[in-house]
């Protein structure tokens, strides 16, 4: 059995998650639910990334205790998750004792092997990002440092702090990164390399002063410090498979995990990443998928920017989770940035949902009672649709494996319109006892509905019910073997807006 282990970045809690942050969490259950479809183990992990400054800060400002507050928005998260239909096997929380316990060990276990050392650190700090800048990196506004992401200033700070000797891995890197295979797409990888090469690797702090910080995990030997909020929050991705608990449930995945990330968090998930990975023995990540921004009037999308579109205005917007989901997956892209409009969003969901998709079932289904009293018999099938199953079938696979989910979406649009056509053709409104040709097109909708189930699986799922048909792996009967159909009722599954 094929093995698939799939990760989102984990959020920051202190705002509840907006599209950008479903962007990439619906993404991933797509491609968690699509696997699973076709059979393999898979695991789904996501979470909240819940210590650190911004964190601290937040609880502070709020005027509760960083726990009670991230208690509170874990909750917040989850709902919004559960709305989404995300189908996560388990929900991390850098909180979690066993999760703690083990950033302890590893760390320990890099101070052991000697990549750890004391010395003062001076520098320029985002908040935000929770990230230093160096110079070159960061922007210049009225002469002042400035955050390129947040478009805020820095913050200046000076102190005594425990580095980690990433300046030691270059070499690795560069050979890891431009071997390629890694990296999706591969001019991230690129992007990285020639940042490696122009900026060059310097060692990281890797621990705040408790003074400051006092917000986090704290460093084993030295109770004056915490553990850097990033340095806690990669390992997650092997605490959420029981890293140093159960090794063998840990090897199996960590050999299949897929991080998926934005491109914003690049640096940190190849070269901070590899390198703690590497000093652990652990081998890189199979795949990191990087896709580009959500944008809004031309800015990332983001609580700082304040062009957040909520969840909630979407879902009420277009009838269903469903609906919104096909939306993301439908403009997901890995390059390039997305702009997203109501009137592009309107205008897929009416052309491709309601008129496409939606038009065709509940023709079929009409039909389907009116002429045959809801049992559609099979008496053969029309070749070239047909065909056009099989095609069909055989792109969606492709683009799946290739983590291309809106590609994936274009065949089975095709097929559908294409169905309408057929419709419009053969006329089974005239004809009798219109069998093949109601088979015909209720086999288009049985590969469709299952096709589309990792994107809109309460839909499919209710099509199912209607039409007769049963939501399973698509690629293991043939097309035609389905004796029977059983009609019940013919559904208006979307709203134009
Ligand atoms: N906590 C860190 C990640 C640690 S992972 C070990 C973090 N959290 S975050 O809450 O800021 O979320 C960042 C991620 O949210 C991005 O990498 C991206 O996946 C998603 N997005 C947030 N805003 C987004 C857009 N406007 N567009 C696309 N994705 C966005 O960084």
Not at 46 to 70: C, S, Y
Not at 113 to 122: E, M, P, Q
Not at 180 to 193: D, F, H, K, Q, T
Not at 345 to 367: F, W
Request: charged share 25%; glycine share 6%; aromatic share 14%.
């Amino acid at each position: 059995m094929r093995v698939f282990y799939i990760t989102t970045p984990i959020y920051y809690p202190n705002a509840p998650p907006h599209l950008g942050h479903a962007y990439t969490t619906v993404y991933a259950d797509i491609l968690a639910r699509y696997h699973r479809l076709v059979g393999d183990d898979t695991f789904f992990l996501t979470g909240t990334d819940e210590h650190g400054l911004k964190l601290q800060r937040t609880a502070e400002k709020k005027g509760v205790h960083p726990k009670e507050f991230v208690d509170r928005m874990a909750e917040v998260y989850k709902h919004y998750w559960s709305i989404l239909d995300i189908s996560y096997d388990y929900f991390i929380r850098t909180t979690y004792r066993t999760h703690e316990e083990v950033v302890k060990k590893a760390i320990i276990e890099l101070h052991r092997k000697g990549f750890i050392y004391k010395a003062k650190y001076s520098g320029w700090y985002c908040v935000d990002c929770e990230k230093f800048y160096s110079e070159g990196e960061y922007e210049v506004v009225n002469g002042k440092p400035y955050c390129p992401i947040h478009r805020k200033p820095l913050e200046y700070l000076e102190e005594e702090t425990y580095y980690f000797k990433l300046s030691e891995f270059k070499e690795f890197l560069s050979k890891v990164l431009s071997k390629g295979g890694i990296v999706y797409p591969e001019s991230y990888a690129r992007e990285v390399l020639s940042k490696l090469e122009t900026v060059g690797l310097r060692d990281i702090s890797i621990a705040r002063p408790k003074s400051r910080v006092w917000w986090g995990v704290e460093i084993p030997w030295d109770p004056n410090y915490t553990v850097y909020v990033w340095f806690d929050a990669l390992l997650n991705y092997l605490t959420g498979v029981e890293y140093l608990l159960n090794n063998d449930r840990f090897r199996r995945y960590w050999s299949e995990v897929h991080h998926v990330i934005g491109k914003d968090i690049l640096w940190f998930h190849t070269v901070v990443w590899f390198s703690i990975l590497k000093a652990l023995d652990i081998p890189p990540p199979k795949r990191l998928i990087v896709h580009a921004f959500v944008i809004n009037k031309g800015v990332k999308m983001g609580k700082s920017a304040g062009n957040v579109i909520a969840i909630e205005d979407l879902i009420n917007r277009y009838g269903s989770s469903d609906s919104v989901r096909y939306l993301i997956a439908r403009v997901f892209n890995l390059h390039k940035d997305v702009e997203v409009t109501t009137e592009l969003l309107d205008s897929i969901h009416n052309t491709e949902l309601a008129d496409n998709l939606g038009n065709l079932v509940r023709r079929v289904g009409v039909l389907a009672i009116r002429k045959l009293n809801g049992v559609v018999e099979f008496k053969g099938i029309d070749r070239a649709l047909e065909d056009r199953i099989i095609n069909t079938l055989e792109s969606y696979r492709k683009f799946m494996e290739t983590y291309e989910v809106s590609k994936a979406v274009v065949p089975i649009m095709e097929l559908l319109r294409e169905a309408n056509a057929y419709i419009n053709k053969v006329r089974p409104w005239e004809k009798r006892e219109p069998h093949e040709e109601l088979y015909t097109l209720l086999e288009v909708l049985k590969y469709s509905a299952r096709l589309l189930s990792p994107i809109m699986p309460k839909i499919s799922h209710k099509l199912a019910v209607s039409l007769g048909f049963t939501i399973s792996n698509p690629y293991v009967e043939p097309i035609g073997s389905q004796k029977v159909y059983e009609v019940r009722s013919a559904p208006i599954l979307f709203k134009k807006v």
